[in-house]
C-alpha cells in the first residue's frame, strides 16, 4: 500500500487516472478491512465520519471527490503508516489516533441513517422516541412492544432501529450521558456513598436506609429517598470532541476583544486575578471558568398549594462567547435533588460527588483530553469562579447567615438591625456609615432612626479571615 501511486486524488474525476486509481484503492480495502459493509468514508464530505458499503463509496470517491486531506490512509489498511509513527511520532501520537478515532466513530455513530436513503439519523430517532418514553412514563416492556416494534415494522428491513429497550439503551450509553443514582438519608444526614455505601441504615440518625412499608418493615432494595448525579468530567471530554465547540472554548482567549470595555467575563477583575495567581492554570487557554447556578422549583406546577420543591444545580461555562453561555445548549445539570420539601443547608450533602470532581479538576486535572480543534492531547482543568442564587440559596450554598439580627454576609458581626414589633419583621440599618465621612445625610435624625451616624463601615472581611471563621466551627459528618 505504500507503494501506491496517490497522484491519482488529485486527477479530474472523470479521467482514466483517476477511475485506475479508485478501482485499486477499493480493492486493496475490500482485501484488508475487518468489514466490508462498515468502512469509513474518505470523500470530501464524509471526511472518515460515516461508514458505508464499498460500493457506495465508490458512488461517493466520484460524485464528491477524494478527501485531500486524509494522505495517510491509517483507517483504511496502511500498516506500513502506522509502523513508521510508531518508531518516529511522539510516544503520545498513539493516544492522539485512538482519541480522534474514537471522536470521529461517535460522530459517525451519530450520523447514521435511520435506513439508507433517509433524512433522519438513527441517534435523532432514539432520542425522541426516549423522550416520549420518559415523558409519559412508559415502561420498558410497553417501550418495546408499542413503540419499537411498531415503528420497526413500518420502516425499511434493513432499518438501524433497536430492536428492543436494552438495545436502545445501548446505543445512547456512548453519549455519555450516564447518570449515577445515590441513596441518601431521609433526614438528609449522609449519602450512601464512599464509607457508607453498604450501610443499611444511617450512622447519625439510625434511620433504616429502605423505605418501610405500612407493616413497619423495611422493603429492602427500595431506597427511602434518592438524588442523581450527572457526571460532569465525561460530559466536559465530549465537548472537546467537537471541532467547533472545542474552538469556541477558546474564544475568550484568541477572539474577544481586548479595548478595555467590559463585554465578558474575561474582561472582569477575577478573571484577571486568576490569571496572576496562577499563571500556569491562565496560560491554557482550554482550562475552564465556570460558575454554579442553584435554586428551588416546583415541577408539578400545580399552584400554591403545592409546595413541592425540587433542587437542580446547574454548571456554566464562562469561557463560550458571551451569546453562548447560557444557552440551554451549554448549560450542564449536574446534581437533581429530589423533593418533596427543599434540602436547605444540608444541601453541602448532596454537592459531595460535584465537588469532588471540580477538586480533582482543579488540583489534578483530567489527563490526555482530546482537543478535536487542534488535534492534540492536554490536561483538562477547571475553576469555580463564581455562583449564580438568590439571597435565600446564597445562605444554604456559602453557610453563611443571611437571617435574623447578623443577617448582613458583608457587616457581618457589626450588623446593625432592630425588630419591629408591629410587622413582626426585622429592618437593617447602618446604611449611612457607608458614605462619605461628611455627608449631610449623616447629621439628618427625622429622615432615619432619629440619632446622627457618625460611625464608619468595616472593611469587608478577606477570604483568608472567612477561613480562619470556619477552623473555628466544631462539626461532624
Known amino acids: 500500500m505504500s507503494n501506491m501511486d496517490k497522484e491519482w486524488i488529485l486527477k479530474d474525476r472523470d479521467s482514466l487516472d483517476y477511475e485506475i486509481g479508485v478501482e485499486k484503492f477499493l480493492i486493496y480495502v475490500e482485501q484488508n478491512c475487518k468489514n466490508p459493509k462498515k468502512v469509513p468514508c474518505l470523500c470530501s464530505k464524509c471526511i472518515n465520519f460515516k461508514k458505508f458499503s464499498i460500493k457506495i463509496i465508490r458512488g461517493h470517491l466520484y460524485?464528491?471527490?477524494f478527501s485531500l486531506g486524509y494522505i495517510d490512509w491509517i483507517w483504511h489498511g496502511d500498516q506500513s503508516v502506522k509502523s513508521s509513527m510508531g518508531s518516529t511520532l511522539h510516544p503520545d501520537e498513539d493516544?492522539?489516533?485512538?482519541?480522534?478515532f474514537e471522536a470521529a466513530s461517535g460522530v459517525a455513530a451519530a450520523a447514521e441513517p435511520l435506513y439508507e436513503g433517509s433524512d433522519c439519523t438513527k441517534l435523532d430517532s432514539m432520542l425522541k422516541l426516549h423522550n416520549r418514553k420518559a415523558r409519559f412514563g412508559i415502561s420498558d416492556n410497553s417501550f418495546t412492544d408499542?413503540?419499537?416494534?411498531?415503528?420497526?415494522s413500518i420502516l425499511l428491513e434493513d432499518h438501524a432501529l433497536p430492536v428492543n429497550a436494552y438495545e436502545a439503551k445501548k446505543s445512547l450509553s456512548n453519549l455519555g450521558l450516564e447518570n449515577i443514582k445515590i441513596h441518601n438519608c431521609p433526614n438528609e444526614c449522609i449519602l450512601y456513598r464512599g464509607v457508607n455505601e453498604n450501610a443499611l441504615e444511617c450512622p447519625k440518625c439510625r434511620l433504616s436506609r429502605w423505605k418501610l412499608g405500612k407493616d413497619g418493615k423495611a422493603r429492602v432494595n427500595v431506597p427511602a429517598k434518592v438524588m442523581w448525579y450527572f457526571p460532569i468530567i465525561p460530559?466536559?471530554?465530549r465537548m472537546f470532541k467537537s471541532p467547533s465547540i472545542a474552538e469556541l472554548l477558546t474564544w475568550h482567549s484568541n477572539h474577544r476583544l481586548h479595548d478595555g470595555q467590559m463585554r465578558h467575563p474575561a474582561d472582569s477583575p477575577a478573571w484577571r486575578n486568576i490569571d496572576y495567581r496562577w499563571p500556569t492554570f491562565g496560560s491554557e487557554p482550554s482550562n475552564l471558568r465556570l460558575a454554579l447556578d442553584a435554586d428551588g422549583i416546583n415541577p408539578h406546577n400545580n399552584g400554591l398549594t403545592n409546595?413541592?420543591?425540587c433542587w437542580p444545580v446547574v454548571l456554566v461555562t464562562y469561557n463560550l462567547p458571551p451569546w453562548l453561555c447560557m444557552k440551554r445548549k451549554f448549560m450542564m445539570l449536574s446534581v437533581l435533588v429530589s423533593g418533596p420539601h427543599e434540602p436547605g443547608n444540608n444541601i453541602d450533602v448532596f454537592l459531595q460527588s460535584l465537588i469532588d470532581d471540580l477538586k480533582n479538576l482543579w488540583e489534578e486535572g483530567e489527563p490526555n483530553v482530546y482537543?478535536?480543534?487542534?488535534?492534540?492531547?492536554?490536561?483538562?482543568?477547571?475553576i469555580l469562579m463564581w455562583m449564580i442564587n438568590d439571597f435565600p440559596a446564597y445562605g444554604n450554598l456559602s453557610g453563611c447567615v443571611n437571617k435574623g439580627y447578623l443577617g448582613c454576609p458583608i457587616c457581618g458581626d457589626d450588623t446593625v438591625a432592630k425588630y419591629l414589633?408591629?410587622?413582626r419583621k426585622i429592618c437593617y440599618q447602618g446604611h449611612r456609615r457607608y458614605l462619605p465621612r461628611h455627608h449631610p445625610y449623616r447629621r439628618k435624625k427625622a429622615a432615619f432612626n432619629g440619632e446622627q451616624e457618625l460611625g464608619q463601615a468595616l472593611p469587608p472581611i478577606s477570604g483568608k479571615q472567612v477561613l480562619e471563621q470556619q477552623e473555628k466551627i466544631q462539626f461532624s459528618l
Not at 493516544?95 to 480522534?100: D, G, R, T
Not at 482537543?371 to 477547571?382: E, G, I
Open 63 to 65: 460524485e464528491n471527490g
Open 95 to 100: 493516544e492522539i489516533i485512538a482519541a480522534s
Open 146 to 152: 408499542h413503540l419499537l416494534s411498531i415503528v420497526g
Open 235 to 237: 460530559r466536559f471530554k
Open 307 to 309: 409546595r413541592f420543591s
Open 371 to 382: 482537543d478535536a480543534n487542534t488535534k492534540s492531547l492536554f490536561t483538562l482543568r477547571a
Open 421 to 423: 414589633p408591629y410587622s
